[in-house]
């Protein structure tokens, strides 16, 4: 089984388009996590949900807007994005926010904007 | 701010060899660290992390051991495999900073056979 999934593991999507990510998590976790994983730079955190409410922003576009409808699934929903936008975008889970919990990733999905 | 310093890849070893990955940090609170490693395809999965000053973390042949004098936590394998390569990435979680994981920019390790 694996823990993390997220669909489609690859997208292709013109600056006009609008799409949207999924992630789901099979651990009983209560918090979730969007990356962004840039060649050459570091992974980059985006968004944090713990149970189910938004707790960080790192000063994102609004053209990427994450939903949270419960504690297993987490949307980023993608609308007129840029070419700089196209990365890896990868989600994780732990059991909580905080030091004590390990982060498990999904395997990302390749997001290409053209 | 919180940053996380690594060796800039590739690295290309043959099967055997001894492996080190440098990293070093800096950090405001009193962080915990780790590294992670991401096989083609796959998502980050936790190597071994370390949680306070001298201590060492250990995972199939790997270490690392966190040195608070020279704020390093260097990763070592004393005999690679042609399966280690993947892309290694160090982190920090720091408590009383900015307590989020950050991550360096990753390394990545080919092994030839």
């Known amino acids: 089984e694996t823990g993390v999934t997220q669909t489609p593991r690859h997208l292709v999507m013109g600056m006009t388009n609008k799409k949207s990510l999924k992630c789901e998590q099979h651990?009983?976790?209560?918090?979730m996590y969007w990356y962004k994983q840039s060649a050459k730079k570091p992974l980059e955190l985006m968004f944090v949900?713990?149970?189910?409410?938004?707790?960080e922003n790192n000063s994102v576009p609004s053209r990427f807007s994450p939903e949270c409808p419960n504690s297993s699934h987490l949307f980023l929903h993608l609308h007129t994005l840029q070419p700089e936008d196209s990365a890896l975008y990868l989600c994780?889970?732990?059991?909580?926010?905080?030091?004590?919990?390990?982060?498990?990733f999904g395997p990302g999905t390749r997001l290409t904007v053209t | 701010g919180d940053s996380v310093t690594q060796m800039e890849g590739p690295v290309t070893l043959s099967e055997e060899a001894f492996l080190t990955i440098n990293c070093t940090y800096t950090?405001?609170?009193?962080?915990?660290l780790f590294w992670y490693v991401q096989y083609p395809g796959e998502g980050l999965q936790l190597l071994l992390k370390?949680?306070?000053?001298?201590d060492k973390g250990s995972n199939k042949g790997f270490e690392a051991t966190y040195r608070k004098e020279t704020t390093s936590f260097h990763l070592e394998k004393g005999s690679v495999q042609v399966s280690d390569s993947a892309v290694y990435f160090c982190?920090?979680?720091?408590?009383?900073?900015?307590?989020?994981?950050?991550f360096g920019k990753g390394t990545k390790l080919t092994v030839n056979p």
């Open positions: 370390a949680t306070k000053a001298d």
């Open positions: 982190a920090l979680f720091d408590q009383g900073g900015s307590e989020k994981l950050v």
């Open positions: 651990l009983g976790h209560n918090a």
């Open positions: 994780a889970s732990s059991q909580e926010k905080g030091i004590g919990y390990e982060q498990y």
């Open positions: 949900y713990n149970f189910k409410e938004q707790t």
């Open positions: 950090a405001t609170g009193y962080p915990s």
